[in-house]
């Protein structure tokens, strides 16, 4: 598994918007066999800036499988506008150090 985390800064009279096209680009990620699972997070201390964190099956699944599908397409239709806003974008390997929810 990989995890993608992407860092945005969104100006207030378009939050309302970014959030919605990331509502609706979720309905893309859904059905994605590569895509485990996804979290748009904002800042409580400063409301403009955004966490995406994305995992992925792999690497490969994400750039080679998911970015080259029809999928794709149409997940960047979604969330194309706010490309401009991204202020980090990378992978990241996770390590045995965390917690398990419930346990």
């Known amino acids: 598994?990989?995890?993608?985390?992407?860092?945005?800064e969104i100006d207030e009279p378009?939050?309302?918007?970014?959030?919605?096209?990331?509502?609706?680009?979720?309905?893309?990620?859904?059905?994605?066999?590569?895509?485990?699972?996804?979290e748009l997070a904002r800042?409580?201390?400063?409301?403009g800036q955004y966490t995406l964190r994305i995992e992925w099956?792999?690497?490969?699944?994400?750039?080679?499988g998911f970015r080259r599908s029809p999928a794709f397409r149409d997940f960047f239709a979604a969330i194309g506008p706010y490309v401009g806003d991204i202020r980090e974008m990378r992978h990241y390997e996770p390590t045995p150090v965390r917690s398990a929810v419930g346990a």
């Open 57 to 64: 099956d792999s690497a490969e699944g994400h750039l080679q």
């Open 43 to 47: 800042c409580a201390e400063d409301p």
């Open 14 to 38: 378009r939050r309302a918007a970014f959030e919605a096209a990331y509502a609706a680009a979720q309905e893309v990620l859904r059905p994605s066999p590569h895509c485990l699972g996804w």
């Open 1 to 8: 598994m990989i995890v993608e985390y992407i860092r945005y």
